[in-house]
């Protein structure tokens, strides 16, 4: 009897952050133009330090973890318990927001890895693509935006990876089904086994740049492990 044959991709989803481009310098400048901008209009804020800012951050998901799915009011937050602590007034919410935007800014001038365009180019006439983020990047200022039919960010969407329902609604925006779909992403947790268990295959990005995390789970659950995407590119024509 033959074997039976896995239904055919039809959609392609991309995780961001060293995914699409290299995340550790980037987040670090980011943080460092918001630091810079605090430094200049509310230095009281910075009297302390700017590590006590981020073990804020830190104690305040760890007492609050619904915020990981909004990392955007996260920072916020911690912004502005800082300026009411340090005395610093803000009536207008004029230096939360030039110092989140100062972050914004820094956050989305990403350096694309190379295979990045030409891949999405090739994929775009065969595959609906899209991309599922727990992060804030904004696509449509990165220039990414018109390669996606879909573009979910879990601080807009209110549920974040690996939650199923985040990579579901992925499939329901592109009218597919999971199986008809695949994730491309570096997170063994987030984005392997995450889109695995919402019923999607998985495609697990080792890029040589990026120390992978060792993730046995990860490792036998993913339908591919590749270093790039031209890799991934060579394993979605093998499926047809």
Known sequence: MQ?????????VLFDLDDTLWPAARLLANAEQQMMQYLARHAPRVLENGAELLRRE??????S??????DLWNLRL??????LARSGTPDPQQTICAGAMQ???KARNAVTLYADVQPVLRELKGNYLLGTISNGFADLQQI??????????????????????????AACE??????????YVGDDPELDVLG?????????????????????AQAESDADAVCADLREMCAWLQQQT
Do not use: C
């Open 195 to 215: 889109a695995r268990r919402a019923g999607l295959r998985s495609v697990w990005l080792k890029r040589n740049d990026v120390a992978p995390r060792a993730h």
């Open 57 to 62: 951050r830190a104690e305040l998901l760890a």
């Open 143 to 168: 220039g990414l935006a018109p390669f996606f039919q879909v573009r979910l960010a879990a601080h807009r969407f209110g549920r974040a990876k690996p939650d199923a329902e985040i990579f579901l």
């Open 64 to 69: 609050q973890p619904q915020l990981q799915v």
């Open 173 to 182: 925006a592109l009218r597919i089904a999971p199986q008809q779909a695949v």
């Open 102 to 104: 100062a972050y914004v």
């Open 77 to 82: 937050t911690v912004l502005r318990n800082a």
């Open 3 to 11: 074997a039976p044959t896995q239904t055919p991709l039809r959609a």
